[in-house]
Each structure stands twice: as C-alpha cells, then as structure tokens.
C-alpha cells in the first residue's frame, strides 16, 4: 500500500518568511502527527490532528501551526522564519485504535537562510 | 517528567558483530515502547512494539527486551551488517489521553564497518 508523502521534499527560505508544508497519510490512517528533527535535538513532537482537530501539542511557539482536512491530510505552517527553524521536518499517520503502528513519511528539509 | 534515555550516544561496530542499545525511560502511565530505525535523511521505520506483557519481541537479526518493573528496554542486533548503520531510536508511549503522547530518545548512532 502507499505509504504518508509529504511535499516538498526539499525547501530553501529565508528569514521572515512564511512555509507550508504537506502530508499526505495512508489510507485509513486518521491521525496525522508532526515532528521537527534537528541533530542537536532529536525528534520534537509539533501537534497531533485527529478528525480535523488539534489534539495533542508539544512546546513549540505560535509561529507553528496546522491543520487537518476532512481526507485526513494535513499541512503544516511555519511564520516568520528563524534561522533555528532549519530541520527535518517528518510527519506521521497512524490508526486511533489499540496498539498502534505509526508510519513515518520522508520528511522535508527546510534550509533557512 | 516523561522522559526516554538512551546510551550510548552513538557507537562503532565491525560487521558480522552483535551488538546491544539501551533505553531507559520514565514515562507514566506506560502503553507500550517502540524501537524505530532511521536511515540518514529518511524517516524512521518501526522495528518492534512491545506491550506492557511482553518482554521480548524478534523482528530478523533484531530483538528488543522490557522490563517495565525497572522501566529499562534494550534492542539487541545479531551478526551486523552495513546497512545496519542508522540512528536506532526508542520511543514510549502514554494514556494520558484518548489518543497518547509518545516520548522520543534522542537515539544512538550505530556504524558499521567493514
């Protein structure tokens, strides 16, 4: 089956400037999740968006936000971009019952410059 | 606090080497705890998930350990090979809610050589 996509795969912008990302999940896989990676860091959880609403949210600033569509994609923005923004941003799909697998889609690089 | 630890940090083997990767973790109330495997700039991919009534799960050359009274879990790799080298990563999950929280070590680095 496919797997989560996410668009663009790779992205350069510059400071003060505003990004949308996109994520596609598997079929049948209702809640969409967002992470930023960054090698210092490791895997920071954004939010989490289940039946278009926002139901889980790490600490990240306002600057971050998203959304869930009614097919279950989802998008995430980033405003005013900094420099420290620059990361692997990975989203994952995942079923809401039982044990759960989590999918993973290839991420976007988002390069801020 | 919620938190997963992992150790090493990162990690140099010879192939055809076993070797094993710590994770030890504080999150309460506890769901279930996953090993991921992550290539170099691609998502991570599941290895194993284990419950809190399992304490040892194989998937291949891979095989993870619980022991949710110490809150420790290992992932044990037998006769390693080079596409083994990944960042290897443990994550927890609550029920804090409907829907979970899941914590994320910050992962070990493991190389192979040849």
């Known amino acids: 089956k496919a797997g989560v996509t996410q668009t663009p795969r790779y992205l350069i912008k510059t400071r003060g400037q505003q990004v949308t990302l996109s994520c596609s999940p598997i079929s049948g896989h209702r809640s969409v999740s967002w992470y930023q990676q960054t090698p210092g860091q490791g895997l920071q959880f954004l939010f989490e968006y289940f039946s278009e609403t926002q139901r889980n949210k790490g600490n990240f600033p306002g600057r971050f936000s998203g959304r869930q569509f009614s097919n279950s994609r989802s998008e995430m923005n980033v405003s005013t971009l900094e420099l420290g923004d620059s990361a692997l941003y990975l989203c994952?799909?995942?079923?809401?019952?039982?044990?759960?697998?989590?999918?993973f889609g290839p991420g976007t690089r988002l390069t801020v410059t | 606090k919620n938190q997963v630890e992992q150790s090493p940090q990162s990690l140099i083997i010879l192939e055809g080497k076993n070797c094993t990767l710590q994770c030890n973790y504080t999150v309460s109330p506890f769901s279930n705890l996953r090993w991921y495997k992550q290539d170099t700039g691609r998502g991570p991919v599941s290895l194993t998930i284990?419950?809190?009534?399992?304490n040892t799960k194989s998937n291949g050359r891979y095989t993870a350990t619980l022991d949710a009274d110490t809150k420790q879990s290992s992932l044990h790799i037998t006769a390693s090979q080079l596409s083994d080298s990944a960042s290897y990563i443990c994550v927890v999950s609550d029920r804090g809610s409907t829907l979970g929280r899941l914590y994320f070590g910050r992962g070990t680095q493991l190389t192979v050589w040849p």
């Open positions: 284990m419950t809190f009534s399992e």
């Open positions: 994952a799909a995942r079923t809401v019952v039982g044990v759960y697998e989590q999918y």
